[in-house]
């Protein structure tokens, strides 16, 4: 299903997630439970010399530790098919979280894989496949924080915020953790430290679920490893289509762009997009933003920012907390 298959080719990627050690499956040296397995027993003076032999191991549970199962992935994104579909996202990224708490075993069961999930089987993944996996992690958490806590409660101090949005939550971003592969790890640490770092691909910051009406839209579908840049630059193309993520106004020489430009401002400033030599006279995070809108514009609004793009005015419009409920 979805072309998962892809997901388990091996790697030679050095890059891992913080995980507990797990046993390279690949290296020529024998594993622990080998090296018991080939040690040989005393010898019993009781027994004829041709029958001696090691016993054979019982089966136990350090085999499935030192050699996991890559079908557990595959169940997995089975469960996040389920997760994301049409049923209960819109086509505008819009979230029906009322009818996802009332029927919340699919998001149950996801959450209960994640923490299954064995290291060793992530850290097998080629990059495409370890990517999507940490897209659909981090989308699948989001939508248990707002599912925890629906409907949001909103807090006196919190006033500056719309009543239902995801700050009125305490900590939504880093106090609240979530168990995968057995460990800790906050909205926060998967988006920066698991994706954005390592990857450093800005489309990122436009797939992943900011629980706010102003943030990147929910994909109705999962994020797949054998579709995956189809599916980024579809996510980029329909965020700078709507009216919160960019509009043009060619009589002032002015454009408008979500914060979303702003709060990933590292991964623009680290990425391809900041050392193309184009729009030079611009400060370093507003040619890279500009080089990026160029690769993901119509080609009409490219052609006339490549034209006016060290001149053109950058402002942004504010920033939309509501939650991004249907």
Same mark, same amino acid.
């Not at 557990?72 to 049409?86: A, I, K, N, S």
């Not at 400033?269 to 900041?274: N, Q």
């Not at 009409?300 to 793009?309: R, S």
């Given at each position: 299903?979805?072309?998962?298959?892809?997901? +388990?080719?091996?790697?030679?990627?050095?890059?891992?997630?913080?995980?507990?050690?797990?046993?390279?499956?690949?290296?020529?040296?024998?594993?622990?439970?080998?090296?018991?397995?080939?040690?040989?027993?005393?010898?019993?003076? =009781?027994? @004829?010399?041709?029958?001696?032999?090691?016993?054979?191991?019982?089966?136990?549970?350090?085999?499935?530790?030192?050699?996991?199962?890559?079908?557990?992935?595959?169940?997995?994104?089975?469960?996040?098919?389920?997760? +994301?579909?049409?049923?209960?996202?819109?086509?505008?990224?819009?979230?029906?979280?009322?009818?996802?708490?009332?029927?919340?075993?699919?998001?149950?069961?996801?959450?209960?894989?994640?923490?299954?999930?064995?290291?060793?089987?992530?850290?097998?993944?080629?990059? $495409?496949?370890?990517?999507?996996?940490?897209? /659909?992690?981090?989308?699948?958490?989001?939508?248990?924080?707002?599912?925890?806590?629906?409907?949001?409660?909103? $807090?006196?101090?919190?006033?500056?915020?719309?009543?239902?949005?995801?700050?009125?939550? @305490?900590?939504?971003?880093?106090?609240?953790?979530?168990?995968?592969?057995?460990?800790?790890? /906050?909205?926060?640490? !998967?988006? =920066?430290?698991?994706?954005?770092?390592?990857?450093?691909?800005?489309? !990122?910051? +436009?797939?992943?679920?900011?629980?706010?009406?102003?943030?990147?839209?929910?994909?109705?579908?999962?994020?797949? @490893?054998?579709?995956?840049?189809?599916?980024?630059?579809?996510?980029?193309?329909?965020?700078?289509?709507?009216?919160?993520?960019?509009?043009?106004?060619?009589?002032? $020489?002015?454009?408008?762009?979500?914060?979303?430009?702003?709060? =990933?401002?590292?991964?623009?400033?680290?990425?391809?997009?900041?050392?193309?030599?184009?729009?030079?006279?611009?400060?370093?995070?507003?040619?890279?933003?500009?080089? +990026?809108?160029?690769?993901?514009?119509?080609?009409?609004?490219?052609?006339?920012?490549?034209? /006016?793009?060290?001149?053109?005015?950058?402002?942004?419009?504010?920033?939309?907390?509501?939650?991004?409920?249907?």
């Amino acid at each position: 299903m979805w072309g998962v298959s892809v997901l +388990f080719a091996q790697t030679g990627d050095p890059s891992v997630e913080a995980s507990p050690p797990a046993a390279d499956v690949s290296d020529d040296r024998p594993s622990p439970v080998d090296a018991i397995a080939d040690t040989p027993s005393p010898a019993d003076p =009781n027994q @004829p010399a041709e029958s001696q032999s090691a016993a054979p191991k019982p089966e136990d549970e350090t085999d499935n530790l030192m050699f996991p199962d890559s079908q557990d992935m595959v169940e997995l994104f089975e469960l996040f098919g389920r997760l +994301f579909t049409d049923q209960l996202i819109s086509e505008t990224g819009m979230v029906d979280y009322a009818t996802l708490r009332r029927k919340r075993i699919d998001l149950i069961q996801a959450t209960a894989q994640l923490e299954k999930i064995h290291p060793a089987v992530v850290m097998s993944l080629e990059p $495409k496949a370890r990517m999507a996996f940490w897209i /659909n992690t981090y989308n699948t958490c989001a939508l248990k924080l707002v599912i925890d806590n629906y409907p949001i409660q909103p $807090k006196w101090y919190m006033f500056l915020y719309p009543a239902n949005s995801v700050m009125q939550i @305490p900590g939504a971003w880093d106090k609240v953790f979530f168990r995968i592969m057995g460990l800790e790890y /906050n909205l926060k640490e !998967i988006r =920066n430290n698991l994706l954005l770092d390592r990857f450093q691909d800005p489309r !990122i910051c +436009f797939v992943l679920n900011d629980i706010a009406r102003g943030g990147a839209m929910v994909r109705n579908e999962p994020i797949l @490893p054998d579709r995956l840049d189809e599916q980024l630059n579809d996510q980029v193309r329909r965020f700078l289509k709507s009216s919160h993520g960019f509009r043009l106004d060619t009589a002032t $020489k002015t454009i408008h762009l979500s914060n979303v430009f702003v709060m =990933n401002k590292n991964v623009f400033l680290t990425s391809e997009y900041a050392e193309i030599l184009r729009f030079r006279t611009r400060k370093s995070d507003e040619r890279a933003w500009l080089n +990026f809108l160029l690769s993901h514009l119509p080609e009409q609004d490219a052609a006339w920012l490549e034209a /006016n793009g060290n001149d053109v005015v950058i402002r942004f419009i504010e920033f939309d907390w509501q939650l991004n409920e249907k």
